[in-house]
């Protein structure tokens, strides 16, 4: 099963999708788990917790769901698992990325980096590829992924001997722009930080064009969309961002051109960690298609299989231990919107 947000966020849906698709499609070709055609269903949680929990409780209570992709954000993920767990049904998030997914449960995976990954590598880059010391965070406080990013930074960037002179929610009734910009350079700030999720994509806009690329941006993953180049245009070049998997960034995988012959374009990392997820589910079907052999699968210690973004092992955490890739966004014309995200070598 999917669990996804089609209601609230189409495009991220079918970024997730796609990646589901492809590795549906593929076992599928080559005869099924075990000579059974591999089904996938598709629910719709709208990234809304309460709803996510109501897809859970469904999903557990149908003994034909043998595993779960999703879902997409960190509050969804972390409220539906604790049904998934009660229910004992496995699900792998391939785009949750808080912090608190580690250890929060036995029957909760995931093929994304956690936050502390991101954090660390935009921290390292800001102070010693950049040589800049003050930053400041701009993040949503409502938000479990944006508070996690927004943290994870925080002591990140302390660690390499900088500082995070201010912090500015996106959330606020009264937040602004220009006064939060205006405050921040005052303070000496060099660098501007987006911790924005979703919900406040649209202001974490405002304050790139209010910037006028005085500021160095550097952003989290949910900052890497299509809207971001759209609108952001010219005001972006230069924003560094930090992704789980890009796809000009590993030369040694088939995936990105299975993808573009299947896709008819280039991906996003969103499908290429769905495709891991499924992937993995799969692989652990292949040995016990039960839902208590699913999840004893994923948890052993000779449990791997090979997806988008290379080997997929998990820790006892539920995490995946893989690395994050830094990405720029430079005039291009790939995405067909005169801006690209390139790999940083």
């Known amino acids: 099963m999917a669990s996804v947000p089609f209601g609230t966020d189409p495009s991220a849906s079918l970024e997730i999708l796609r990646g589901i698709a492809q590795a549906k499609n593929e076992i599928n070709t080559s005869g099924g788990v075990k000579g059974v055609p591999l089904r996938v269903g598709i629910a719709n949680d709208d990234d809304n917790p309460k709803i996510a ?11 034909e769901v043998l ?3 999703g879902p997409n954000t960190s509050d969804s993920t972390l409220a539906a698992g604790t049904i998934y767990t009660s229910g004992e049904l496995v699900a792998i998030s391939p785009t949750s990325t808080s912090v608190k997914i580690s250890n929060f449960s036995r029957y909760v995976f995931r093929t994304v980096p956690s936050d502390f ?6 921290a390292n880059y800001m102070v010693r590829t950049l040589q800049k010391k003050n930053a400041v965070v701009f993040f949503n406080s409502q938000s479990n992924y944006s508070q996690s990013l927004k943290s ?8 390499e001997g900088g500082q995070v002179s201010s912090e500015f929610d996106l959330s606020k009734p009264d937040f602004s722009a220009a006064k939060s910009i205006e405050q921040a350079t005052k ?3 060099e660098v501007l930080m987006l911790a924005a999720n979703t919900e406040t994509h649209d202001k974490a806009l405002q304050v790139i064009q209010i910037n006028q690329k005085k500021l160095t941006l550097l952003a989290g993953d949910d900052v890497y969309t299509a809207k971001t180049l759209e609108i952001g245009r010219e005001q972006t070049t230069g924003m560094v961002l930090a992704v789980p998997w890009h796809i000009k ?11 573009r012959q299947l896709w008819g374009g280039d991906v996003s990392w969103r499908s290429a960690l769905s495709y891991d997820a499924t992937v993995a589910l799969i692989a652990a079907l292949k040995r016990n298609p039960t839902r208590s052999g699913v999840q004893q699968a994923l948890l052993s210690s000779d449990f791997s299989s090979t997806g988008a973004s290379g080997t997929i092992r998990f820790l006892a955490s ?14 291009g014309s790939r995405s067909r919107t005169g801006y690209d995200f390139e790999p940083l070598r």
Do not use: C, W
């Not at 960034?249 to 993808?259: E, R, Y």
């Open 187 to 189: 303070q000496g700030a």
């Open 249 to 259: 960034g590993d030369f040694k995988s088939d995936f990105p051109q299975k993808s």
């Open 117 to 122: 990954m991101a954090a660390r590598s935009l």
């Open 318 to 331: 539920g995490d995946r231990n893989a690395p994050v890739q830094l990405v720029k966004i430079v005039p």
């Open 53 to 63: 929990t109501q897809v859970a409780s469904s999903l557990v209570s149908n003994s």
């Open 152 to 159: 994870e930074f925080v002591s990140s960037v302390s660690l």
């Open 67 to 69: 595993g779960v992709v």
